[in-house]
T-cell receptor, first 114, second 113 residues
Framework: GAGVSQTPSNKVTEKGKYVELRCDPI?????LYWYRQSLGQGPEFLIYFQGTGAADDSGLPNDRFFAVRPEGSVSTLKIQRTERGDSAVYLCASSLGTATDTQYFGPGTRLTVL | AQKITQTQPGMFVQEKEAVTLDCTYD???????LFWYKQPSSGEMIFLIYQGSYDEQNATEGRYSLNFQKARKSANLVISASQLGDSAMYFCAMDRSARQLTFGSGTQLTVLP
């Protein structure tokens, strides 16, 4: 079946602008995760959804970052007033939602803030 | 807090030989999972292998095996019979009841022909 998909694959924006990044998880996966990967580093956790609710948003760096998953499937990561330091690859993953299950990642969205 | 340490920024291996990528972890949790992911230059994170903290046997998946030493808090990845397509960045990661994965800084593996 289809894997996790993310759109757009690349996004270039100007400092101060608003951006939305979309994630479409594997069908049937109830858990969805967002991570951010800066150049040369491992991914860092941002937020985790179980169904429609954010079960853990402890990784969001500040209140400019927000994510939703209104119908328990597709999720959107929203970044307000973007800063150059937000430039990174944003990775989405999904899993079955059982204990210690495997997370499957999408191809990521490369965000560049000029 | 959890921490994953990968001390090898880069590794080289000759094609068809075996290679071990090191990973140590630190956690106070009793129940946790250990994962290895491969990230080629295309950027996608590809799941390779999983080891649960209560699993007594080392996990194996094809050419991949995980050398799990709980007392030493290590979870090294062994790739047998390396192939050119194995050249990529490899990440060790851990999760716990909080579900989020904590990743190490990665090891860049280059397979030489």
């Amino acid at each position: 079946g289809a894997g996790v998909s993310q759109t757009p694959s690349n996004k270039v924006t100007e400092k101060g602008k608003y951006v939305e990044l979309r994630c479409d998880p594997i069908s049937g996966h109830t858990a969805l995760y967002w991570y951010r990967q800066s150049l040369g580093q491992g991914p860092e956790f941002l937020i985790y959804f179980q169904g429609t609710g954010a079960a853990d948003d402890s990784g969001l760096p500040n209140d400019r970052f927000f994510a939703v998953r209104p119908e328990g499937s597709v999720s959107t990561l929203k970044i307000q007033r973007t800063e150059r330091g937000d430039s990174a690859v944003y990775l989405c993953a999904s899993s079955l939602g059982t204990a210690t299950d495997t997370q499957y990642f999408g191809p990521g969205t490369r965000l560049t803030v000029l | 807090a959890q921490k994953i340490t990968q001390t090898q920024p880069g590794m080289f291996v000759q094609e068809k030989e075996a290679v071990t990528l090191d990973c140590t972890y630190d956690t106070s949790d009793q129940s946790y999972g250990l994962f290895w992911y491969k990230q080629p230059s295309s950027g996608e994170m590809i799941f390779l292998i999983y080891q649960g903290s209560y699993d007594e046997q080392n996990a194996t998946e094809g050419r991949y095996s995980l050398n799990f030493q709980k007392a030493r808090k290590s979870a090294n990845l062994v790739i047998s019979a390396s192939q050119l397509g194995d050249s990529a960045m490899y990440f060790c990661a851990m999760d716990r009841s909080a579900r989020q994965l904590t990743f190490g800084s990665g090891t860049q593996l280059t397979v030489l022909p």
